[in-house]
């Protein structure tokens, strides 16, 4: 990962959508805006820089044991890509986690059996450059990227 340098005007624009976005959301999980991950906490900074699926640099992340999305200002261009990514990592990935507990892995077998959300997934894969992705998170990219589609009219 390269530093990034974000305005700090731009980083309180990503801040407050993702505080207006949140705002209306009942128990959403705690969520930080930093200009990119070189400042997450160590661990989880090692984690991004050791995973292929985050070259370059992710625009958000979803961090289960801290209960926490990450939001990375630097990857970010605009209000309606910040507004995006909040609710992909908070209803998309958080919510799966919510909604489904300790039936996340079953479920996402489950769905991985459908034609759509497989075909998505590979389309995942093939954008990030992975196709030795795990299945499952494949799978659950594809349910939170649904998530965030609009329905067809």
Avoid: C
Avoid at 65 to 72: A, D, H, K
Avoid at 99 to 110: F, K, M, T, W
Avoid at 112 to 117: Q, W
Wanted: aromatic residues 4%; glycine residues 8%; hydrophobic residues 40%.
């Amino acid at each position: 990962m390269q530093p990034h340098a974000v305005a700090p005007e731009h980083l309180n624009r990503v801040r407050n959508v993702a505080n207006d976005v949140a705002s209306g959301l009942r128990n959403a999980p705690k969520i930080e805006v930093l200009a990119s991950p070189d400042e997450l906490p160590p661990g989880l900074r090692e984690r991004v820089r050791s995973d292929p699926a985050e070259a370059g640099m992710p625009d958000g992340m979803f961090v289960p044991g801290r209960n926490t999305v990450y939001l990375f200002a630097g990857a970010i261009p605009d209000a309606r890509r910040a507004a995006w990514v909040v609710m992909h990592e908070v209803a998309g990935h958080y919510g799966l986690r919510g909604l489904l507990g300790n039936e996340l892995a079953p479920s996402l077998r489950r769905a991985s059996r459908n034609d759509t959300v497989a075909q998505l997934a590979e389309a995942i894969e093939r954008d990030r450059g992975e196709p030795d992705m795990d299945p499952l998170r494949a799978t659950e990219e594809a349910l939170a990227a649904l998530r965030n589609s609009k329905p067809s009219q």
